[in-house]
């Protein structure tokens, strides 16, 4: 029997490091690399199958995916958005008390939504607001990305791993967190972070001439026409009586192909007044509507387009529909790094019909791409120049798993629409904070209720509810639970407990507290935070039971140790997030992440078992 264990752990082990190997690789999805994990361990006779696809059953990753619905509430009803305005207004003129309030934001939100979304809602921030105070944007997104990460230690329900933790400890029976468990530590690691921040700024980005910072505004939409050479594009077209156009829809002309013609805007007469509509895929023409269209082939053939269609040519004020900057925005779009986008083109996207907006230019490091776009694979870094209705790139910006708005020109400001839903997205959130902290009801039941009310209210529909759920994330958990049901079956937890109780257990509690953390960190640089979480915290609760302690203290420290994620770009995907718009290179994370993470390692190794006694 000792052999049959014996050998079932070596081929556990094996699989953990093929695994590692393809998560570091990243040439197989993650997800797809837990799924797969599933299969061997039930096929290899490891786990039956119950044990292997326990996961899905698991509480905690349904409630980790409500919370994901609940985050896109608060974005939907711009709830975010609103803080993100009042942080600019509040904070002035004062880099100090902007990268204060933005790292205080961000944590508070953090708490309540996914920390990847916050971070992706307040880089246009942090970027419009640098340009307005005539600062470098780096100055600001290390300390948004740190802050972002710290909000995973500010609550139970802020990151997978705290969930992931706590249901280790229930499942081994020796106890369980509450909402707010977490929070006094959070707190102190938060306000050592402001400060850490305020004295290394000087070094996160390198001093610019008082030339370059003074010609550095908040840019307008003339200026992106500029940048992307758009003058002399512009067409505003009147569709005449007898027109072939009318009666049929924008997807069904295919006007892009037939003419290097984009619709990107439709004037409508619509009782005595004429009003923007916006130019969708399965927008129906009618007579007498007019076309804003972008000519984008410099060769097009206007006066055939306007012969063949039926189109009287109209007067054009203002430089590239600037005129109509009210009713028809633009904005710059990059792909985040774990888009599924990325290597596709636009045509494969159907960007246009999926998002109802007009790609009219694409930038590849600087340098604006002169050839067919539609057909252009698009990269990491590249930036995208999106026109249409001012409500689809509101939309767009909220859809932070493929997209990252990053420059909203200046007429924004002029129609931001206010957000009718947002008190009642409120008090769905703080419903649900209270069933949460009174145990009222079970978290993952507090959770759904308000997931029902926000629905209810209109804060959120059925479709955008379903996308903003991250099942990378949820199946990532799903697929690694089992590595811990098959390290405790076959003797392996053991094993590592043994081995680091023989190195450190003689030391006392705190010094194989210090060496969890030592270990969480290192695995976390090759490992995502969740899945360092899964593997450790069985290990750090048997290190508990062995020494016969509490498990709390043992357990707190690994979930702290996962968010801890300060290190490197790659450690988080909110690290790589800020990595181009901070012009940040690899070694300006370790510069300020690795003495911050010791930081943060010894304040834990002091706090936690004050907290949580042994």
């Known amino acids: 029997m000792g052999t049959l264990a014996d050998s079932q752990l070596f081929w556990v082990v094996c699989f953990l490091f093929i695994a590692i190997i393809l998560f570091i690789s990243n040439k197989v999805r993650m997800d797809v690399v837990a799924l797969l994990l599933i299969t061997v361990f039930v096929t290899s006779g490891i786990l039956t199958l119950p044990e292997a696809i326990s ?76 340009s307005r105070m005539e600062r470098e944007p780096g100055r600001l997104m290390m300390p ?31 106890g369980q967190f509450d909402f707010f468990s977490v929070t006094p530590i959070g707190i102190v690691i938060l306000a050592m972070g402001i400060g850490y921040m305020l004295l290394v700024r000087p070094w996160l980005v390198k001093p610019v001439s008082q030339d370059k910072a003074k010609s550095r505004t908040r840019r307008t939409m003339r200026d992106l026409i500029h940048d992307y050479k758009l003058s002399g594009r512009a067409r505003r077209l009147s569709i005449r009586p007898g027109s072939p156009l009318i009666g049929r829809t924008l997807d069904e002309l295919h006007l892009r192909s037939r003419y290097s013609a984009n619709v990107v805007g439709i004037e409508r007469w619509r009782k005595f007044r004429r009003v923007m509509i916006g130019a969708f895929a399965a927008t129906e023409l009618r007579v007498h509507d007019i076309l804003l269209v972008d000519m984008f082939d410099p060769e097009a053939d206007v006066r055939h387009f306007c012969t063949e269609e039926q189109l009287e040519p109209m007067i054009l004020r203002g430089e590239y529909f600037s005129e109509q900057a009210r009713e028809v925005g633009m904005a710059e779009v990059s792909l985040v790094p774990e888009s599924e986008y990325i290597g596709k083109t636009l ?71 206010a957000t009718s839903q ?124 062995q020494m016969g302690v509490s498990a709390l203290p043992f357990a707190m420290v690994v979930a702290i140790a996962a968010s801890a994620a300060f290190m490197t770009p790659v450690s988080s995907p909110v690290n790589t997030m800020v990595l181009g718009p901070g012009s940040y290179k690899f070694s300006d994370f370790l510069r300020i992440g690795v003495p911050f993470t010791l930081l943060v390692m010894v304040v834990s190794v002091i706090i936690i078992p004050l907290l949580f006694p042994f």
Not at 152 to 161: I, N, Q, R
Not at 379 to 396: A, F, H, S, T
Not at 520 to 530: D, E, H, K, R, Y
């Open 55 to 130: 996961g899905f059953s698991d509480p905690n990753v349904i409630l980790i995916a409500l919370l994901f619905v609940i985050g896109e509430g608060l974005v939907r009803t711009g709830i975010a958005y609103q803080v993100g305005d009042w942080l600019v207004r509040v904070a002035g003129s004062s880099e100090t008390k902007l990268l204060v309030l933005l790292m205080l934001a961000v944590a508070g939100l953090g708490s309540v939504m996914s920390s990847t979304g916050v971070v992706a809602i307040f880089i246009p921030v942090v970027m419009s607001v640098s």
């Open 144 to 174: 948004l990305a740190f802050a972002g990460l710290i909000s995973g230690m500010m609550t139970l329900v802020a990151t997978p791993p705290n969930l992931v933790v706590n249901s280790e400890l229930q499942r081994y029976g020796v």
């Open 347 to 417: 045509r494969q996207m159907s960007f246009r019909t999926r998002y109802n907006l007009n790609v009219i230019g694409i930038r590849r490091n600087g340098k604006l791409i002169e050839a067919s776009q539609i057909d252009e694979e698009l990269k990491v870094g590249d930036m995208m120049l999106v026109i249409g209705d001012w409500r689809q790139i509101r939309q767009l910006q909220s859809n932070t798993r493929d997209f990252l708005v990053m420059n909203l020109p200046a007429e924004v400001d002029e129609v931001a629409p």
């Open 422 to 545: 947002a008190p009642h997205a409120l008090l769905c959130l703080i419903l649900m904070i209270f069933l949460m902290v009174t145990d009222i009801v079970p978290n993952v039941i507090a959770a759904l209720l308000a997931c029902l009310l926000m629905g209810k209210f209109r804060c959120i529909d059925m479709e955008s509810a379903y996308k903003s759920i991250h099942w990378p994330t949820l199946i990532l958990i799903v697929g690694m639970l089992p590595f811990a049901h098959a390290l405790q079956k076959t003797g392996g937890i053991d094993l590592v407990v043994k081995g680091l109780m023989d190195a450190v257990g003689d030391m006392g509690p705190r010094v194989v507290l210090l060496s969890l953390f030592v270990l969480c960190a290192v695995i976390g640089l090759f490992i995502s935070n969740t899945a360092t979480a899964v593997l450790m915290a069985p290990i750090a609760i048997g290190a508990a039971n």
